[in-house]
């Protein structure tokens, strides 16, 4: 599958993945995997080409794709800070480049509150815009922190993570101690901690809290289930506490969440499809 940037400027974009895995890759700037854990990031200096899209693993994919154009994205910058490989994109004469973006919770809920749009003709637009703004908020915050893969980290390293990851998803309430995840994979608590923020861009715990939080928004939606019992599943043991995090997390409280996810809409931008 392709994505055409015609835009007749340099272009930002961006591929957030929903479902499955994809590969994308750029004329001149190689390829890059994509998954639940990365977001892409390409930047096209010239007048158009293209990106291409394949399947890394067979069945359903869905990826969430913001195109923004050089002088919109000075123009809503403008004024503020901005990440060294931002200010580098802007320069006349910037290469094109495609990368991968450590996918921070804040990155993530964006697709979810995109699709989950209860509204109609101007507020919509208006929604939608205020969601545009969350994205390139959170986009500027992940490359501020460093969230720019290392692309020469191992693949072994990133394997023990994985599974690391893969144990602590199956029992996030009852995590295992950190000599046990350690041991594990071959690695000492210090070089488990220090792997995995370098792999996933968070400490162990900040990464379990964020796991711990979509399990709620899943548990707010999908359940009828009081936002007290979802907090306590979560692992707060007050509901106003609970409520801070789920707000820095998704952008929205837990009760504005679970409301705004009753209805929904189709929104042009998704990329479907299936194997």
């Known amino acids: 599958m392709q994505a055409t940037f015609p835009t007749g400027e340099p272009t930002l974009g961006l591929h957030i993945p929903v479902a499955g895995r994809l590969v994308a890759s750029l004329a001149g700037a190689g390829s890059v995997a994509e998954n639940e854990r990365s977001y892409g990031l390409n930047w096209v200096n010239g007048s158009i080409a293209d990106v291409e899209f394949d399947h890394a693993t ?60 209860p509204y109609d003709g101007d507020l919509s637009r208006l929604y939608l815009q205020g969601q545009v703004f969350n994205l390139m908020a959170g986009v500027m915050s992940d490359l501020e922190d460093g969230g720019s893969r290392d692309q020469s980290h191992s693949d072994k390293a990133n394997a023990k993570i994985r599974a690391v990851c893969d144990m602590l998803r199956s029992n996030l309430e009852r995590l295992p101690p950190i000599e046990v995840l350690a041991t594990s994979v071959g690695l000492s608590p210090r070089e488990l901690g220090r792997t ?15 796991r711990r939080l979509e399990e709620a928004a899943r548990l707010l939606v999908d359940g009828a289930l009081p936002i007290k019992v979802v907090s306590h599943r979560a692992g ?13 997390q998704f952008g929205t409280p837990p009760s504005e969440y679970r409301r705004m996810r009753i209805s929904r809409h189709f929104v042009p931008g998704w990329m479907t499809g299936q194997e």
């Open 58 to 117: 067979p069945g359903i994919y869905q990826t969430l794709l913001f195109i923004c154009s050089g002088s919109y994205l000075r123009r809503i910058l403008d004024g503020t800070r901005r990440p060294r490989l931002i200010d580098s994109f802007l320069c006349e004469k910037a290469q094109s480049t495609l990368t991968t973006v450590n996918a921070t919770a804040m990155i993530r809920g964006i697709p979810q509150l995109v699709n989950s749009n």
């Open 196 to 210: 995995f923020r370098v792999s996933t861009g968070r400490t162990l715990l900040g990464w379990v809290a964020e």
């Open 236 to 248: 707060y043991a007050h509901v106003a506490s609970f409520t801070s995090a789920f707000t820095r």
